[in-house]
């Protein structure tokens, strides 16, 4: 069931940078996930509902940013030194707050977007 919509994605050359968008409630803990051909979903990173805790995985630290603007009920993907193997549909994703457990478990989401393409050419 698709009810978040995400925005911002493209193609690139390897170093280049994206921005991507996903309209979400502010009330809503939100992940950013990515799935290439043949590979499991895997998460991106997550924010709190606040914005004040965030979480990465080790593979995109220092180059990725999430961040969100509560106002707009806007979560945002800031991608810096964007390589290869970055490329992959990104998705937006929203569970409640007290949720539970980890922020890169796909199962605790129940909120989805359709998913945006980012391609990085070297």
């Known amino acids: 069931q698709v009810q978040l919509v995400e925005s911002g994605g493209g193609s690139v050359q390897a170093g280049g940078s994206l921005r991507l968008s996903c309209a979400v409630s502010?009330?809503?803990?939100v992940g950013w996930f990515r799935q290439a051909p043949g590979k499991e979903r895997e998460g991106v990173a997550a924010?709190?509902?606040?914005?004040?805790?965030?979480y990465y995985n080790d593979s995109v630290k220092g180059r990725f940013t999430i961040s969100r603007d509560n106002a707009k009920n806007t979560v945002y993907l800031q991608m810096n030194s964007l390589q290869p193997g970055d490329t992959a549909m990104y998705y937006c994703?929203?569970?409640?707050?007290?949720?539970?457990?980890?922020?890169?478990?796909?199962?605790?989401?129940?909120?989805w977007g359709q998913g945006t393409q980012v391609t990085v050419s070297s």
């Open positions: 994703a929203a569970r409640a707050p007290d949720a539970g457990g980890t922020w890169y478990n796909t199962l605790t989401y129940n909120l």
């Open positions: 924010i709190s509902t606040t914005g004040i805790s965030t």
């Open positions: 502010k009330y809503s803990f």
